[in-house]
């Protein structure tokens, strides 16, 4: 590491106040396990500690219609329960801390190696003031540190004790291991989320590319299988564990959408109002939708992986069955490796604005939805879908953006008109990073 801004140790004050926040709002605060922004079927702590008390007392977890944590989490989780009971509590903010560090050292790796491949490549002579600068990569560490800590998204998401948390410092090992070109370690962490919840086996995808500049059949059989084994390895020990009810109460319940409790999704008013015999048809069109834009994006980011991973965790946090804040907020903090786009993004401020306001009045409408009755289902869905809509336009303001930078790196910009004249491009960038 160059700097001491680029070292754990000169970032301590912001891991300091990352775990500031979240004992304040801990202590102080109200009880967030509740929220249905935060807290689904899928992650609920509730329904984790109604799992593993269901487990104690001899019976089968998923005979019911309330737990859908894999059988492996009850048994991690009542593994701790017994053992260090003390560690429970504070287990979130140190999961939290782990996250950070690993994202820390993540984009550190991602933007050196953007720093490296411009420093070889022949960039146009107009485009030189956009690529990476030392003191950018300097101050990466920082930037991602303070984007995961301070995000809301992730500190309720960590009050609300939810395995969300887990899960995102599972996916950062993740990505950790695309940067570092580990593929039994990536494909191993892979297998991991895939088990939990199914749709982050599209990282397989970015893994492969990250492995191997090019990506030949050989390279995606090889990460294939060894990505295969550990999922079955984990499918296996679960049935050694449960038997097989936990497939159907764990995949079926994710693929079919049975609950429809309000979240911060749009599965769950569509289905509210179809009627029955229309069920299935939708369900397989919504289940395609989030998987279906894996092709397109894979032919285009092939090269960025880094990129590819945000964008494909982007859109499963968007339009996946049971989404909550705290997957929100860790796509987020993946931009601060891709600041260098924000020169190039024109709707920075309408999304901004967009995803405060909607984080602001969904509490608000959904409280008088439910507790009040003044307002009705169509209030707090009207809500939903902005913010879904506010989050589809960051992810295409940020590849539009990297198309943008892609272009000027190449041919400058300015370009000849017909009469020979020079002339400045249409994709003028807002301002220089």
């Known amino acids: 590491m160059t700097g001491q801004s680029d070292s754990i140790i000169g970032l301590v004050p912001y891991y300091v106040l990352g775990v500031l926040l979240r004992v304040g709002?801990?202590?102080?605060?109200?009880?967030?396990?509740?929220?249905?922004?935060?807290?689904?079927?899928?992650?609920?702590?509730?329904?984790?500690?109604?799992?593993?008390?269901?487990?104690?007392?001899?019976?089968?977890?998923?005979?019911?219609?309330?737990?859908?944590?894999?059988p492996l989490v009850l048994r991690s989780?009542?593994?701790?329960?017994?053992?260090?009971?003390?560690?429970?509590?504070?287990?979130?903010?140190?999961?939290d801390i782990a996250t950070a560090i690993i994202l820390q050292v993540n984009a550190k790796a991602v933007v050196q190696h953007l720093f490296n491949c411009e420093k070889f490549k022949k960039v146009h002579e107009?485009?030189?003031?956009?690529?990476?600068?030392?003191?950018?990569?300097e101050h990466v560490p920082k930037y991602t540190v303070i984007g995961f800590l301070c995000n809301p998204y992730i500190i309720a998401n960590c009050v609300a004790k939810t395995t969300?948390?887990?899960?995102?410092?599972?996916?950062?090992?993740?990505?950790?291991?695309?940067?570092?070109?580990?593929?039994?370690?990536?494909?191993?962490?892979?297998?991991?989320?895939?088990?939990?919840?199914?749709?982050?086996?599209?990282?397989?995808?970015?893994?492969?590319?990250?492995?191997?500049?090019?990506?030949?059949?050989?390279?995606?059989?090889?990460?294939?299988?060894?990505?295969?084994?550990f999922l079955t390895g984990l499918l296996l020990w679960s049935y050694s564990v449960s038997g097989s009810n936990f497939i159907h109460s764990v995949y079926g319940f994710i693929l079919t959408v049975p609950e429809l409790t309000p979240n911060m999704g749009l599965f769950w008013y569509f289905f509210t109002e179809m009627f029955e015999h229309f069920r299935l048809f939708f369900i397989c069109t919504f289940q395609v939708n989030v998987f279906i834009y894996l092709i397109p994006l894979s032919i285009k980011l092939r090269k960025e992986p880094y990129l590819l991973s945000l964008t494909l965790l982007s859109l499963i946090s968007i339009f996946k069955s049971y989404p909550s804040y705290g997957d929100v907020g860790f796509y987020l903090s993946l931009l601060s490796a891709s600041l260098h786009l924000v020169p190039f993004m024109k709707q920075t401020f309408f999304v901004a604005n967009m995803l405060l306001v909607t984080t602001v009045f969904g509490p608000i409408l959904f409280q008088l939805w439910i507790y009040n009755g003044s307002a009705n289902a169509n209030y707090f869905f009207a809500i939903n879908f902005v913010f879904g809509t506010a989050q589809i336009f960051l992810v295409t303001d940020v590849l539009f953006a990297q198309v943008k930078r892609e272009f000027f790196l190449d041919h400058g910009f300015t370009k000849k008109n017909e009469q020979g004249k020079l002339e400045q491009t249409k994709l003028k960038l807002n301002s220089s990073f």
């Open 25 to 70: 709002l801990w202590c102080l605060g109200p009880d967030l396990r509740d929220r249905v922004e935060l807290s689904t079927p899928l992650n609920s702590h509730k329904r984790l500690v109604e799992g593993v008390m269901m487990s104690k007392l001899g019976y089968d977890p998923y005979s019911g219609v309330i737990v859908h944590e894999t």
């Open 77 to 95: 989780y009542l593994f701790l329960q017994e053992t260090a009971p003390k560690y429970l509590e504070p287990m979130h903010i140190l999961m």
């Open 126 to 137: 107009e485009a030189k003031e956009i690529t990476i600068s030392p003191s950018y990569l």
């Open 164 to 229: 969300t948390t887990f899960h995102n410092l599972i996916l950062s090992i993740v990505l950790l291991s695309m940067s570092k070109k580990q593929r039994f370690i990536g494909a191993f962490f892979l297998a991991i989320p895939a088990y939990l919840n199914l749709y982050t086996i599209m990282l397989l995808v970015p893994l492969v590319f990250s492995l191997s500049s090019t990506s030949t059949l050989r390279e995606f059989v090889k990460t294939g299988i060894i990505f295969i084994c």
